[in-house]
């Protein structure tokens, strides 16, 4: 029994993440439909799944500490630094986002836990997808997790808006992975591999020369169905409308959590995959490069719902990570510190909008935060930290992950992505600010009224806050952790 | 010495911090509390005039190691002129805390967002690399934003985002340029080594050289600002508060001219040579152009925003000309400059808080009721324009004389930039002040209190001292200025 577990690689702790939110969420929901039992028992649970789950991860370290980067269950699950970068942001980012998930479920008209299941469900699916070194594995991680995020955005079931945005949402991403799983099958038909490795061994045996074009059809079509995940352009036009519909409270979770997986798994495939033909794609990643910064900073800058507009900005935010990814080793290094950042702030502004929105409302006008300093100090002081991160002004973590990006850009020479990428910061200033106008400058005469915060959101915002600032300040530590990451391939 | 270096860029925001605690029924207490707390970094820059060796060009007092992976360091350290800079912040923060009125004096986001403002302005002239410089250029952005935001005049959101945009589309550029002296730097000692030591022995080719001199002195001029890239200045400067006007026009605008003096020029000193005449050509258009739009405003702010162009102007002539004399006196005419367009910004403060506009035919005959703002107003105007005694002549003298040797078509013309500035200055106060007191409103008007002639008084001793005894000033600035004439000389193989 042992010698064909070994033989397959049988280890459960590399999966221990996956298993543990899967086992939560099928607890919590037994709870929910069988014993009427009261809040504080689901609260415990929760808590201590999301707990275990780190722990889980904590785990795995001390298994890679022992095998170094290896392959389990017949090369389908990968244990490296990527995924272990990918497995800490992603508990992480379920950590950040559970409060706010929790509070907004008690609102639903049901008062089910439902979002909280749908939320262990997705993360568990895209702790697998990081984790996946089969492109199928990846396919199914990909699907567990996007399905429940559909899922999530409709849960609002009286908001017409928020039924637009499931459906729009379910619709594009099912096309998405069509075209994601055709390209794969592509690549397999033309290419006979689906393990990321085998894919570079393959490359590398026959030469990057003798690829079949329809192999590269099928590297492309993949990417393509990753790319939307991201919302890079031009395959960012589901986000604006889900951001918008999808209730306040489930967004930040929505979009980071399918952004860190998918460019994760982004940066690995160009990493592993592609290191034998670095150069085969370049132009279709510029064109995808330019295309989102420029379109999201064109679209973010006429934006009059906030939602919208942080939707655009993370189409440009996209267009900045991926040109990190792949333009090589050190900016793939720099682009890991840029997701980290990024996706700490955009939590941050999203725990704020549904202080300020409600947990499960759709629109979020821009001019609901006017006068927000006024009754809001807290709130306000906050939303301008996150926000002038986003828009990278120096003292904040924003602005080292643009530095150190654009600095490895310009090692690479790409000196036309450095000059898109620069001027787009000033178009970034316009839109950013103009939230932090309207919200601290602009007089009014309704401002926003008081909220109560309750402490645990007090907590988590100022953390994230804090991050940002401490990043932006001693970025040292999390810079060594993003050249960690790429350390194998160096 | 170190902690002295730090406390420039901590105190004020330490000061800031303490002024948000204190509670806001406790109004009455901001304004005296934060002169107070001003008087402290004031104070300590007079302990070092007296305790250190300023006289010195760029000494490193200490760095931080910031991204080890990378090895970029932040450095802090300072010069004589960096020093003279600091000393005129810090003067002008507390001058313009003295100089508000009760409606800016009663609110701590204003006082706090000053203070904040002065600490990142040190950074700039403490920097000691390019990182920690281009932090401080651009965080001196987010107060600058609240203040002219939040306190600024009807059309402030145009003004306050055409003034954040300009500068960021500036600073974009210084960091193109910083990145790219980055990766020179890694070619050629395997780090990215960003401090000023490192880049001094940076071997760049003469094209690299030139684009990195672009680069800088492209971000650096708009802040400056040179024509054509000044329009954001006359709006800025009528939007701001008093305050921001002063701080905006005495020691930000500096913040470029010093960048150029301690980057662009003695580290990318062939650029410098090839696009010597560019700028100098600019300057002089700038000095005319400035001058001659100056003189048909109807708006007092708005006639010294665009005479701070014409001065500005020559103070990029003297730098552009690369002399030994010209430089120096580039240097002393960007302190002048800080304390007259300080001095003026404050008494037209003083005038609109009395009337509440600025529009100069509202007024006439105005010495009549004010005798004594009429007096201080003509000095100052004398200062600006350069009357021999008062600073503005020592520092355009020293320019037009040093810029002479290298373009004397060109500084022939800037030369008419003066009588053009005792058009705009004196017509104007001839209109203001002189001639019958026609309005009732301007008959009732107040002089000058104590408090106020305790705000502008200080600045009037300054351009009588610098007047009197510029050598004071060149005694700090004499190194620095060898540095970089040395830098041009070395390389231009003797001008002179």
Known sequence: MKAIADAIGFNLVVISPTIALVLTALILLFFTITIESNEKVKQVITFSGVVSTLFCVFLKFGLFLQNGVSSYFSKKILLDEFSLFGNVLIGLILLFNILPIWDSSSQLREKTTEAIILTLMSTSGFMLMVDSENLIMLFIGLEIGSISLYALAGLNRVDKLSNEASLKYFLLGSLASCIFIYGVSLVYVSFSVLSVYDFATGVGFVGADSVPLTTKLGVILTFIGLLFKIAAAPFQSWAPDVYQGSPTGYVGYMASVAKASAFIVIARLCQVSLRFMPNEFDSFFLFVVILSVVIGSIFASVQDDLKRLLAYSGVVQSGFILSGIVSGINGTSASMFYLFAYIIQLIGIFVIFSIINGKMSSNFNIQDIQGLIINNKFLAVTFCTFMLGLAGIPLTSGFVSKFILLTNLWAYQKYLLVSILLLSTVAGFYFYLKPIWIATIEKTETPVENFKIKRSEYLLISSLATMTIFFGLVPSSLINISRWVVQSYL | ?496
């Open chain 2, 1 to 496: 010495m170190i902690s002295l270096a730090y406390s420039f860029i901590l105190l004020p925001i330490v000061n800031s911090i303490f002024i948000f605690l204190v509670p806001k029924r406790r109004g009455e207490l901001f304004r005296p509390l934060s002169i107070f707390l001003s008087l402290i970094p004031l104070g300590l820059c007079l302990y070092m005039f007296i305790n250190q060796d300023l006289k010195t060009s760029f000494v490193v007092v200490d760095s931080i190691s910031w991204i080890t992976a990378y090895g970029i360091d932040l450095i802090i350290g300072f010069s004589g002129m960096s020093f003279l800079l600091i000393s005129l912040n810090c003067l002008l923060v507390l001058l313009s805390i003295l100089s508000v009125n009760q409606d800016h004096g009663s609110s701590k986001g204003f006082l706090g967002s000053i203070m904040l403002l002065q600490g990142s302005v040190n950074g700039v002239f403490l920097a000691g690399d390019l990182i920690s410089l281009f932090i401080f250029f651009e965080a001196l952005l987010i107060p600058m934003y609240f203040l002219m935001g939040i306190w600024g005049g009807e059309n402030k959101r145009y003004a306050t985002i055409k003034f954040i945009l300009y500068t960021v589309f500036g600073s974009i550029f210084i960091l193109a340029g910083t990145i790219y002296t980055g990766v020179l730097s890694f070619q050629s000692s395997g780090a990215f080594a960003l401090d000023f030591d490192s880049i001094a022995n940076i071997s760049m080719t003469s094209n690299q050289s030139k684009v990195l001199f672009l680069l800088f002195t492209f971000g650096f001029l708009i802040k400056v600002p040179l024509f054509p890239l000044h329009t954001w200045l006359p709006d800025a400067h009528v939007e701001a508060p008093t305050a921001g006007s002063i701080l905006l026009a005495g020691v930000l605008l500096k913040v470029g001219a010093y960048g150029i003096l301690r980057v662009s020029i003695p580290f990318f000193t062939e650029g410098f040579l090839e696009y010597q005449f560019l700028i100098a050509f600019l300057s002089v258009f700038g000095i005319i152009y400035g001058a001659i739009v100056a003189i048909v405003q109807i708006d007092i702010k708005k006639l010294i925003a665009y005479s701070s162009i014409s001065h500005m102007g020559f103070v990029m002539l003297g730098i552009s000309a690369g002399r030994y004399l010209s430089l120096e006196g580039a240097v002393i005419q960007m302190i002048n400059h800080g304390i007259t367009s300080g001095a003026l910004f404050m008494l037209v403060g003083f005038l609109y808080d009395r009337r509440h506009t600025r529009r100069i035919s509202d007024f006439g005959g105005l010495k009549k009721s004010m005798p004594l703002y009429a007096g201080i107003f003509l000095f100052t105007s004398f200062a600006s324009i350069g009357l021999p005694g008062l600073n503005g002549f020592v520092g355009e003298f020293m320019i037009l004389m040093g810029s002479f040797p290298s373009f004397k078509i060109l500084s022939s013309i800037a030369a008419f930039g003066v009588v053009l500035a005792a058009i705009y200055m004196l017509w104007a106060y001839q209109r203001i002040f002189n001639g019958q007191l026609n309005n009732d409103e301007n008959a009732v008007l107040t002089d000058l209190n104590s408090k106020e002639l305790v705000a502008v008084g200080p600045l009037l001793i300054l351009m009588l001292f610098i007047g009197v005894y510029p050598s004071f000033v060149e005694s700090y600035i004499v190194n620095d200025v060898s540095i970089i004439y040395d830098a041009i000389n070395s390389l231009s193989g003797g001008l002179e």
